[in-house]
């Protein structure tokens, strides 16, 4: 009876091991995950932490070139629409919705989807801790790596489950930045701006 639970323990832990992913296995699936992105959308939540001025938040939904950002700085909270050429800002303090031109210096939204999407390109990745929701990576920059704007160490949190970023986080000149809560999958109503949406009275400045 020993020799068969020997036997069954040895081809479990075999099964274990064919089933165990290297860091590369993981990271791969993640970016094929991030992919589909460009077909589904994604909405995404960037925290900064700021010296003195404490921390920002702002959860962006994105669909092609469309995007809405709700925004808290301290007190303040705003709302920002975009589309291909317009720019939405709804302030609730005011009650007032603000109509620009896009700003061309604003990036499209594939760029900022971009931020997400070859995560550890360029970098050093290394597996440091595993719990049962979650794969704990370290990314360092490689020594190839030429980009003068890429920080030199991430922490990178991969959920086991849906294979996409938990996490994604760095400090630079004192900020510390971290993009967390990725989800795949953004409808349309998510992102474009609905004036019916708005509270009463809401006062509507076009600046275009």
Known sequence: MKRFFICIATLLASAAMLIAQTPEEIISRMEEEMNKSDQMGMAVTMDLKIPILGTTSARMNILGEKSRTDMAIKDIKSTLWMDETTMWTYNPNENEVVIENRDSKSGSQEENL????????????????????????DCKKSKDNTEKDDPKKMTLVVDKKTY?????????????VSMKDAVLGVKESDVTYDPSKLPAGVKVTDKR
Do not use: C, H, Q, R
């Open 114 to 137: 971009g931020l997400m999407k070859g995560i550890t390109a360029g970098y050093d990745v290394s597996l440091t801790k595993e719990t049962a929701d979650a794969w704990y990576f």
């Open 164 to 176: 996409m970023p938990k996490e994604l986080s760095t400090k630079a000149k004192g900020i510390t």
